[in-house]
């Protein structure tokens, strides 16, 4: 079986099942030997942050000598971004190969009325790779939500970890803060540790805390006091970072490269998993945790793609994110002319989004993201004059960043964010050119 082919019988499965549940990929994993059961995993949930969080823990875990599977999603700019050891990508011929021997499976079980979603193969082909590989320790990031999520058939993880929660996916989720933290939280497995991003929604620590004591987990807070910032800019960030749980008045002193305050929180959370990962008998040096930490990438998170003019490139998509690249903007730009390039799908809640960013912008281009579910370049280009903004559609991304660019100073900035299907095309269109 070729690459392509591989890519071809991943696509033709369903994206959600006919229901909720565990019980189908569970089988699956059974049939396939188990292999879940043979690995430690770092398992990670939330609305915001999994990724950054996921980024650095996978980063400082390599320097500290563990050989360390990723499992990330969406992608951004390849599909095989959601499969990672020690920074690198799953090789095609490895994909294709393991995609042709779990593949049968899949079509035995739903000879069987056991239908397995793409999303469910996909993490069965991951996990039989880490496990082929003999994984130290996998960084495991959720899908959607927590409790119903594939990658919730593991036993109790090295760490659970919560990160921030928002108001998406509202529909399956449900619609308050406390529903999204319970479904987050059905990752906390009995006797384990639980780390929490110390910046919640009222009502969300107070659910994490009842159902971690529930399954008998220490709760360790990830306190955004605990981290002092000294120096920022569009090459990172510089912070001191207190951590009470492992060394008693510890502060130490960190470089990140991801951009945004809301950066120095996702780390916070990170280095306080370190510190429930050393009592779990990992041995993690200082000097790895400093290296892990300033290495960290992340494509589309408050990337900088080019300088003079400033293009910045970040996901966001809901409101949380919509806040945290505000927040960023306004730090790192100040006074500068900005431009904006966006597109959204219409299944978000783009209005309480869009209505957080739309004051930073001088002007703003709509683009229809290449999705089914994506709202029109026109459609979102009114919905953003209905805000007060001046916006305009355009009918392809590399209009839209020639028109962004033309309408910018030298001093000015380009910041294109929105959803991360928009992203993946816009990073190509950019770094192209």
Known sequence: MTYQEAMEKINSLLVFGSKPGLKRVGELMERLGSPEKMLRFVHVAGTNGKGSVCAYLSCILQQAGYKTGLFISPFVVDFRERFQINGEMIPEERLAELVEMIFPVVEQMKDEGKIITEFEFVFAVAIAWYCREKCDVVVLETGLGGRFDATNIIDTPLASVIMS?????????????????????????????????????????????????????????????????????????????????????????????????????????????????????????????????????????????????????????????????????????????????????????????????????????????????????????????????????????????????????QDGAVVVFGSLYLASDMRRVILEK
């Open 165 to 409: 929660i928002s108001l998406d996916h509202t529909a399956i989720l449900g619609d308050t803060y406390e529903k999204i933290a319970f479904e987050k939280c059905g990752i906390i497995k009995p006797d384990g540790i639980t780390v929490l991003y110390g910046d919640q929604p009222e009502g969300v620590t107070e659910v994490v805390r009842a159902v971690a004591e529930k399954q008998h987990n220490r709760l360790l807070i990830a306190d955004p006091a605990s981290v002092q910032k000294i120096s920022t800019g569009l090459d990172g960030t510089h912070f001191r970072f207190r951590e009470d749980v492992y060394e008693e008045g510890a502060k130490k002193q960190y470089q990140i490269s991801l951009l945004g305050n809301h950066q120095l929180k996702n780390a916070a959370a990170a280095l306080t998993t370190v510190a429930a990962l050393r009592t779990r008998g990992l041995y993690i040096p200082e000097a790895a945790v400093c290296m892990g930490l300033k290495n960290a990438s992340f494509p589309a998170r408050l990337e900088v793609l080019r300088r003079e003019p400033t293009v910045l490139l970040d996901g966001a998509h809901n409101p949380g994110g919509a806040a945290a690249l505000r927040d960023a903007v306004s730090e790192l730009l100040p006074g500068q002319q900005r431009i904006g390039i966006v597109g959204m799908l219409a299944d978000k809640d783009v209005r309480g989004a869009l209505s957080l960013l739309t004051p930073l912008f001088d002007r703003l281009i709509t683009v229809t993201p290449d999705n089914p579910r994506a709202m029109s370049a026109r459609e979102l280009a009114e919905l953003l004059t209905s805000l007060g903004a001046s916006a305009e559609p355009e009918d392809s991304y590399e209009a839209a960043y020639q028109k962004a660019l033309s309408y910018t100073d």
